[in-house]
């Protein structure tokens, strides 16, 4: 992976005047742990481009900002790129673009972009298979180019100025350019609450994110967004038989072609269906080759032993991993961590800060993070099977008849019934005042407007297309967002394979009777894999990524909370409900928080330490003035 950053303008000489070279390597350095293997930075008159480079394929070469050997405007290269993902067709499009007449001089996917770029301009993001962002200067057309994938694994932040953009893979890299200011209002604290991503949105004022499947152009008339990419309704007229089939020929392509690196990759393995699928098949490739694949999973003290079973988790991982392993074949390592270490200041304040945002889901943003460090001393590339449950329909929402009538996020309505509501522990003049519901109603229409049609169909069979495209667009961003920062904090790699387009393409119009065609959820993907795992696996039940089960967390996790609440400076605390924070403190008390009740407490804390961290000045709300 790699971080990228910069701006254009338009109204000055970057090689001039005040000098613009600091700031540059201010906005790159930010991202050093992003890519901690090199650094780079190049300056037009009116372009500046920074690059952190994680080294993953063609390992001495591929240098960025990266050059085309053409001069386009004066003796300035033709173009120039600051790129960070993989493009995992890359080598097909190497040898088309050879055919046409371009000499390579790097092995890497960097080089076949920026070539595919010079062969076919913006029309070249369509023929990516991959995660990538990144960012063309092209000298020529004094325009700058950001593009996003279509999933939107690889982050994107721009933010307009008056005289063009600034940009970066994160926040942060943003924010360290004077001409971008730490602010929220209403609409920022709306997107901070609510518990989804709606794309484009960011909660830092004048700050957006580049949407998924979609580019942007910057030149002198101003910034113009186009979509490359969108899910499409589509009849699906294969038979079970033939379905199932697809499925796994789509993945026989995909996990192989995701294996493509020049360092150490391993598996991420939970003992669930969909990370045991992937790494039953990662493993065979890897034997292919000789070789054996490496697992690594992670478990709590105590936690597989005195396992409470709850209805997001009726099983504990740790057997199922094992089971998984000896099956295939790996070198499984299970990572075993404690409550101090989650408690751990240090590492909650990196958790914090690579996020950069005030997302969070309690202990198991935490847990992922340091299950990220372990793995990163013995690889640099990691596949998980993040994504399964959005393309195969895998979660709860999709077929309860409560959540299925919902006019509203569905995941939404069931965490309201179970101690996710993000008002309840907000006095009501304040959730008033930012018009929170008003807010979130509007952001449901403009998603279900999004969604594709297709005639004659039922309203069932509709309604699951909504939720469907709700979940995949507005939900899976959030997961997608969680793994890379936690990856990221270490330089650690992750690759998605279940979020390859081809596969979240044809499986979006596979009709809910043959997803579900055995009773079981995710039954298209059990048969799939059903000559790849051990019987256990292929029926167990979904189970949520682990969850630490100690009461003296969730009292550590209300003590921080009370402390916000009752310090007279903490920026939360004028609109902290105070009786709502005594009740859930009493509740704590007897036992522990659930599983929702715990993501309300540390969202709540995450909101104010974000605000205090980052020095967000709140405007134009009631209790600021």
Same mark, same amino acid.
């Given at each position: 992976?790699?971080?990228?950053?910069?701006?254009?303008?338009?109204?000055?000489?970057?090689?001039?005047?005040?000098?613009?070279?600091?700031?540059?390597?201010? &906005?790159?350095?930010?991202?050093? *742990?992003?890519?901690?293997?090199?650094?780079?930075?190049?300056?037009?008159?009116?372009?500046?481009?920074?690059?952190?480079?994680?080294?993953?394929?063609?390992?001495?070469?591929?240098?960025?900002?990266?050059?085309?050997?053409?001069?386009?405007?004066?003796?300035?290269?033709?173009?120039?790129?600051?790129?960070?993902?993989?493009?995992?067709?890359? =080598?097909?499009?190497?040898?088309?673009?050879?055919?046409?007449?371009? !000499?390579?001089?790097?092995?890497?996917?960097?080089?076949?972009?920026?070539?595919?770029?010079?062969?076919?301009?913006?029309?070249?993001?369509?023929? $990516?298979?991959?995660?990538?962002?990144?960012?063309?200067?092209?000298?020529?057309?004094?325009?700058?180019?950001?593009?996003?994938?279509?999933?939107?694994?690889?982050?994107?932040?721009?933010?307009?100025?008056?005289?063009?953009?600034?940009?970066?893979?994160?926040? %942060?890299?943003?924010?360290?350019?004077?001409?971008?200011?730490?602010?929220?209002?209403?609409?920022?604290?709306?997107?901070?609450?609510?518990?989804? !991503?709606?794309?484009?949105?960011?909660?830092?004022?004048?700050?957006?994110?580049?949407?998924?499947?979609?580019?942007?152009?910057?030149?002198?008339?101003?910034?113009?967004?186009?979509?490359?990419?969108?899910?499409?309704?589509?009849?699906?007229?294969?038979?079970?038989?033939?379905?199932?089939?697809?499925?796994?020929?789509?993945?026989?392509?995909?996990?192989?072609?995701?294996?493509? *690196?020049?360092?150490?990759?391993?598996?991420?393995?939970?003992?669930?269906?969909?990370?045991?699928?992937?790494?039953?098949?990662?493993?065979?490739? !890897?034997?292919?080759?000789?070789?054996?694949?490496?697992?690594?999973?992670?478990?709590?003290?105590?936690?597989?032993?005195?396992?409470?079973?709850?209805?997001?988790?009726?099983?504990?991982?740790?057997?199922?991993?094992?089971?998984?392993?000896?099956?295939?074949?790996?070198?499984?390592?299970?990572?075993?961590?404690?409550?101090?270490?989650?408690?751990?200041?240090?590492?909650?304040?990196?958790?914090?800060?690579?996020?950069?945002?005030?997302?969070?889901?309690?202990?198991?943003?935490?847990?992922?993070?340091?299950?990220?460090?372990?793995?990163?001393?013995? *690889?640099?590339?990691?596949?998980?099977?993040?994504?399964?449950?959005?393309?195969?329909?895998?979660?709860?929402?999709?077929?309860?008849?409560?959540?299925?009538?919902?006019?509203?996020?569905?995941?939404?309505?069931?965490?309201?019934?179970?101690?996710?509501?993000?008002?309840?522990?907000?006095?009501?003049?304040?959730?008033?005042?930012?018009?929170?519901?008003?807010?979130?109603?509007?952001?449901?229409?403009?998603?279900?407007?999004?969604?594709?049609?297709?005639?004659?169909?039922?309203?069932?069979?509709?309604?699951?297309?909504?939720?469907?495209?709700?979940?995949?667009?507005?939900? $899976? =961003?959030?997961?997608?967002? %969680?793994?890379? !920062? &936690?990856? &990221?904090?270490?330089?650690?790699?992750?690759?998605?394979?279940?979020?390859?387009?081809? $596969?979240?393409?044809?499986?979006?119009?596979?009709?809910?009777?043959?997803?579900?065609?055995?009773?079981?959820? %995710?039954?298209?993907?059990?048969?799939?894999?059903?000559?790849?795992?051990?019987?256990?696996?292929?029926?167990?039940?979904?189970?949520?990524?682990?969850?630490?089960?100690?009461?003296?967390?969730?009292?550590?996790?209300?003590?921080?909370?009370?402390? *916000?609440?009752?310090?007279?400076?903490?920026?939360?605390?004028?609109?902290?409900?105070?009786?709502?924070?005594?009740?859930?403190?009493?509740?704590?008390?007897?036992?522990?928080?659930?599983?929702?009740?715990?993501?309300?407490?540390?969202?709540?804390?995450?909101?104010?330490?974000?605000?205090?961290?980052?020095?967000?000045?709140?405007?134009?709300?009631?209790?600021?003035?």
């Amino acid at each position: 992976m790699c971080g990228i950053t910069g701006w254009v303008d338009f109204t000055r000489d970057l090689t001039t005047g005040p000098p613009a070279a600091p700031v540059l390597d201010a &906005m790159t350095d930010t991202l050093t *742990a992003r890519g901690p293997d090199a650094r780079g930075v190049w300056l037009d008159t009116h372009a500046a481009l920074g690059h952190r480079r994680l080294s993953v394929i063609d390992l001495e070469h591929g240098t960025q900002p990266m050059l085309t050997p053409e001069r386009g405007r004066g003796d300035l290269p033709r173009a120039v790129i600051s790129y960070g993902g993989e493009i995992y067709n890359f =080598p097909e499009l190497r040898e088309e673009l050879a055919l046409l007449g371009h !000499r390579f001089t790097t092995r890497s996917d960097t080089e076949v972009a920026l070539r595919a770029y010079l062969q076919w301009g913006e029309d070249f993001a369509r023929r $990516l298979n991959g995660m990538y962002s990144l960012a063309i200067w092209d000298t020529a057309r004094e325009e700058l180019l950001l593009v996003r994938d279509r999933l939107g694994v690889k982050p994107l932040f721009y933010h307009p100025t008056p005289g063009g953009v600034l940009f970066g893979s994160e926040p %942060k890299a943003v924010l360290a350019h004077p001409l971008a200011r730490a602010e929220a209002g209403p609409e920022e604290l709306c997107d901070a609450l609510l518990f989804l !991503r709606t794309p484009g949105r960011v909660p830092f004022r004048g700050m957006r994110e580049v949407k998924p499947g979609h580019l942007l152009r910057v030149g002198r008339s101003g910034i113009t967004e186009q979509r490359y990419w969108a899910l499409e309704a589509r009849p699906h007229t294969d038979d079970l038989k033939t379905t199932v089939a697809t499925v796994r020929d789509l993945l026989d392509d995909i996990v192989p072609r995701q294996m493509v *690196a020049d360092v150490p990759l391993v598996s991420l393995l939970s003992g669930g269906l969909d990370s045991s699928t992937v790494t039953a098949l990662a493993a065979r490739a !890897r034997a292919a080759d000789g070789g054996r694949l490496a697992t690594f999973s992670v478990d709590f003290t105590g936690h597989t032993e005195n396992f409470r079973a709850d209805a997001i988790r009726p099983t504990p991982d740790a057997p199922y991993a094992r089971e998984v392993a000896r099956h295939v074949g790996s070198d499984h390592h299970e990572i075993v961590l404690d409550r101090a270490r989650l408690l751990d200041p240090a590492v909650r304040r990196t958790v914090l800060g690579a996020w950069d945002l005030p997302f969070n889901f309690a202990d198991l943003d935490v847990s992922l993070y340091l299950l990220f460090a372990a793995v990163r001393e013995h *690889a640099t590339v990691a596949l998980s099977g993040e994504g399964a449950d959005e393309v195969f329909g895998g979660y709860l929402w999709f077929s309860d008849p409560e959540a299925r009538r919902a006019e509203t996020f569905p995941w939404l309505k069931l965490g309201a019934h179970r101690g996710l509501d993000p008002r309840s522990l907000f006095h009501p003049w304040f959730v008033d005042g930012i018009d929170l519901g008003a807010y979130e109603a509007d952001l449901y229409r403009t998603a279900l407007a999004e969604v594709p049609r297709l005639d004659g169909e039922d309203a069932e069979s509709r309604r699951t297309r909504e939720l469907s495209h709700l979940t995949l667009t507005r939900w $899976l =961003p959030i997961l997608l967002d %969680k793994k890379d !920062r &936690m990856g &990221m904090a270490s330089g650690l790699e992750g690759r998605v394979p279940f979020c390859d387009h081809r $596969l979240v393409e044809y499986v979006f119009n596979v009709p809910w009777e043959m997803k579900t065609f055995s009773g079981q959820e %995710k039954a298209l993907l059990r048969a799939a894999a059903g000559d790849l795992l051990p019987e256990s696996v292929l029926r167990r039940k979904k189970a949520a990524y682990p969850s630490i089960q100690d009461p003296a967390y969730d009292r550590a996790l209300i003590a921080g909370l009370g402390a *916000a609440a009752a310090d007279a400076g903490a920026p939360l605390s004028p609109f902290l409900d105070g009786d709502a924070v005594r009740r859930t403190t009493v509740r704590t008390a007897t036992g522990s928080l659930s599983e929702f009740e715990r993501i309300l407490v540390e969202s709540t804390v995450r909101l104010d330490e974000w605000t205090r961290a980052y020095q967000v000045e709140l405007t134009g709300v009631k209790g600021t003035d």
